[in-house]
């Protein structure tokens, strides 16, 4: 049971991928959970030990200890009474969730190097997070917790069988590593370590903690039956399933796969919020589809604008009402897209002398964050570039410019 109170410290080993700085934040948090774990339990020890005696506390709270050491406090009793059932429920959630974390990210490493089926090396789209491996687990725990029957005794049992196998693997890699690569740049190192030559010093710490965990890994083995059984047969199922993984994937066993990281600079995330799209009508509804595609990656909102074209002979606000019929109908068309991709989308009919620039106007006005333009190329001449109106857009526009282009007859060219 002592070895379960420490359960959780090596989930901050296997979340170390996921930290900014884990050279100084992963040594840091080891060493500060470490002494308040220690400082915790040895206070918790001192104060029930002293407000009641150990037969007392061994018997009667025996399965709810620190209940029974508020309930003899001599001051304040009945107030941090019912908060132990508040905290007890925290604790077993953040304990819960520290070793679904740990499972998970162990199984999509594992999963990478093909040493378990590639589909626990599958991650949530947006959260990046291992899905299938949280899922798996969650539900291997649940199954768990409904077989042991609520006999803390049984999970704790299976758990020793399981956490002193890798803990005692933990320490001997390590002590692996110091002989076979001296060398190795390590940020930070292990205290009281025995130097066995000018560059081979194994930490003393090491050796005790594999010597420790493979002692209580037999005691399990001899003195729990339920641990030992279970074990054995969870052990005998993975390294089948190892072996047989590896012969469908042609990778032989005892190969260590070596995958190649690369390696991608820092970057700014792309934030799309406004999207703008000019509309033509006609059969050509790529630059609407593509706006849309774009904005429920990012969980934009598009604007439609269909412009209608006022010569200079007329007045700007002349009715219009052949074009303007024309217009509604391409706005309900682009509505009616964005409604199949299912994003919010804002209509507007927009009078103008130029194309170009009352798209460059409303683009000012708005603060879009990216246009997307619909450009012909023309038929009759394919070395013709995107049209006049087109490449002034491009240079003149205040925000990102994506352009789908498709293929029309000559003299249709924006």
Not at 85 to 103: C, E, I, K, S
Not at 378 to 407: E, M, Q
Request: glycine fraction near 6%; hydrophobic fraction near 50%.
């Amino acid at each position: 049971m002592a070895m379960v109170a420490y359960t959780g410290i090596e989930s901050i080993a296997a979340l170390g991928s996921e930290t900014k700085r884990p050279i100084k934040t992963l040594p840091r948090a080891v060493m500060i959970v470490m002494t308040v774990l220690v400082v915790m339990f040895l206070a918790i020890s001192l104060v029930g030990l002293s407000v009641m005696s150990p037969q007392e506390l061994g018997t009667k709270y025996v399965n709810d200890p620190i209940a029974g050491i508020v309930k003899n406090l001599p001051v304040g009793s009945a107030f941090l009474g019912p908060w132990v059932g508040v905290l007890a429920a925290a604790l077993l959630f953040v304990a819960g969730n520290a070793g679904l974390m740990g499972a998970s990210r162990l199984s999509f490493n594992m999963g990478e190097y093909y040493q378990l089926p590639r589909f626990f090396y599958r991650t949530h789209k947006r959260y990046r997070t291992p899905i299938v491996s949280l899922a798996i687990f969650g539900g291997l725990a649940a199954l768990l917790i409904l077989w042991s029957r609520g006999q803390l005794h049984f999970l704790a049992d299976l758990y020793n069988f399981g956490a002193m196998i890798a803990f005692c693997a933990a320490h001997l890699s390590l002590i692996m590593l110091r002989i076979r690569k001296p060398d190795l740049e390590r940020p930070f190192k292990s205290p009281l370590n025995i130097r066995f030559s000018k560059n081979v010093s194994i930490p003393l710490t090491a050796i005790i903690g594999a010597l420790s965990t493979f002692a209580v890994w037999v005691l399990v083995v001899i003195t729990k039956p339920e641990g030992r059984y279970l074990g054995f047969t969870w052990m005998a199922i993975g390294v089948v399933m190892y072996i047989l993984y590896r012969r469908t994937k042609k990778i032989s066993p005892t190969t260590q796969v070596q995958i190649e990281k690369v390696k991608v600079p820092e970057f700014e995330p792309i934030e799309i919020q406004k999207i703008l799209v000019p509309t033509k009508g006609g059969a050509d509804t790529e630059s609407v589809q593509m706006a849309c595609e774009i904005a429920k990656i990012h969980n934009a909102k598009v604007t439609a604008i269909n412009l209608i074209q006022v010569p200079y002979s007329l007045p700007l606000d002349t009715p219009m009402p052949y074009r303007q019929v024309i217009a509604e109908s391409v706005l309900q068309r682009a509505e009616a897209i964005a409604h199949e991709f299912g994003v919010e989308i804002e209509k507007d009919i927009v009078r103008a002398r130029q194309v170009d620039e009352a798209i460059l106007q409303y683009l000012a006005q708005k603060e879009f964050d990216l246009l997307v333009l619909g450009a012909m190329k023309s038929k009759g001449d394919p070395h013709a570039g995107l049209g006049l109106i087109t490449d002034r857009i491009l240079r003149l526009a205040p925000c990102r410019v994506f352009i789908t282009s498709s293929y029309t007859t000559l003299g249709q060219v924006l």
